[in-house]
C-alpha cells in the first residue's frame, strides 16, 4: 500500500511554522524564508533521510537566529528539532554530536556580542546556561525513548513471527488430521480389493502352465506391486492413526539388538557396529515401536553408506535421559534439508513417500524424548534420540 502524500502530522507542522512566521520576534525575509525552509526539511525528513536533514536543520537554524534576535531570540528553540531528529534516528554518540552542534550554533552568537561591544547582562547569565542545558537533557530523554520505543518494536515483530509461525503449524495440524481421517478409511476399503488381488496372483500362478514364463512373471509382479501397495498403506496408517504405548521397563541394549538383528536378517552387505554403555540403566518404553525405530535409522544410514561401510550404534547414559545414536560414513544430507527431514511427505529418494523419519519422529515424541540430526555433506549422519530417566 503506498504512503500518502500528505500525512496529519506534515499538517501539523505547517500549522506549527505559519504560526512562528506570524506571531514570532520578527518579520525580516531572511527570517521568513529560513522558517519555510525549515517547514520543507522537516516535512520532507523521511525522503531526505536523516543524516542530511539534521545537518540542515543545523544550517537553517544559524540564519534564523542570526537575523531573529541572537541570543535572546525566542526562535532559540527551533535547535531542538535538529537535536530531537537525531536522538530519534541515531544512537547515543549521535545524538550527543547533533546535541554538541546545536550548543555551538547557540552559543556562537556570543562572539558577535564581543566584536560588537556588547555583552550579557550578570541576571541573564543563568536564562543563557538553561538554555544550553536543555538542548543534551531533551536530546538524552528522546534518545532513550526512541531505544525503547525500537525495542519494543522488535518484541512485537518477534511476537508477530511466533504467532505467524504457530498459526502454520495449526494449519498444518490440521491438514493432516483431515489425512488421517482420510487413511483410516481409504486403508479399509482398499486392504479387502489388495487381498483379492494377491490370492488371485497366486492362484493364477499355480494354474498357469509351468512353460508359459510370461504368465507366471505377471502374476509375481502382481504380487509384489500388491505387496508394495499394502505396505505404502500400513506405513500411512503408521503415521495417521493415533498410537496407544505398551510401556514395559527394559533393556535399551536388548532392544537394540534385537533391531539389529532383524535389519541384519534382510540381506544387508553394510555392517552394524554396536558401542553399548554398561552403565545404561532399564527404562520405560514400548519395545515394538522403538525396535522400528532403530531399524528405520539403520536401514536409511544403510541406504547412504557405500556397500561395503559400517553403521555405529551407540548408547550412552547423561543426567537426564539415554542417548541412542546411530552413526555412518555415508553421504550425509544437504544442509538446506536438514530443517525439513522430519517432516511428513518430505523425501529425496525418486520412490520415497517421506513418512519414516516422520513416523520415528513421532514415535520418539510420544515416548517423551527427541530425535535430531548432525550430518555434514560427504562425510556421514548422525541422528541422536533422547529417551528421559523414569520420572523426568
Known sequence: MPAPLVRPQDLAWLGFFGALAAFGPSRDPVVLAALAALCAVQVLEPRVGAVPSVLLKLALCYPLLYFGGGLGSSFYLVLFLPVISAATHF?????AVATLAACGVYLSFL???????????RDQVGELVLRVLFLPVVGFLTNQLAQENRAETRKLAAANES?????????RADRLAALGQLTAGL?????????TMRSSSEMLARLVASENEVAREMAANIREEVDRTGSLITRFLDFARPRSLQLERGDISSMLDRAVERFQKSGATVSVFKNYSPDVPPLQFDGAMMEQVILNLVT???QASPADGVVTVKTQRADDGVWISVIDRGSGIDPKNLESIFNPFFTTKAEGVGLGLAVVSKIVEEHGGEISVDSTLGEGSVFLIRLPMEGS
Not at 163 to 171: G, P, Q, S
Open 300 to 302: 536409511n544410514a544403510t
Open 111 to 121: 562572539s558577535l556580542l564581543e566584536s560588537r561591544g556588547q555583552y550579557v547582562p
Open 91 to 95: 544512537g547515543l554518540p549521535g545524538t
Open 187 to 195: 486403508a479399509h476399503e482398499l486392504r479387502n480389493p489388495l487381498a
Open 163 to 171: 504467532l505467524k509461525n504457530a498459526e502454520a503449524d495449526v494449519r
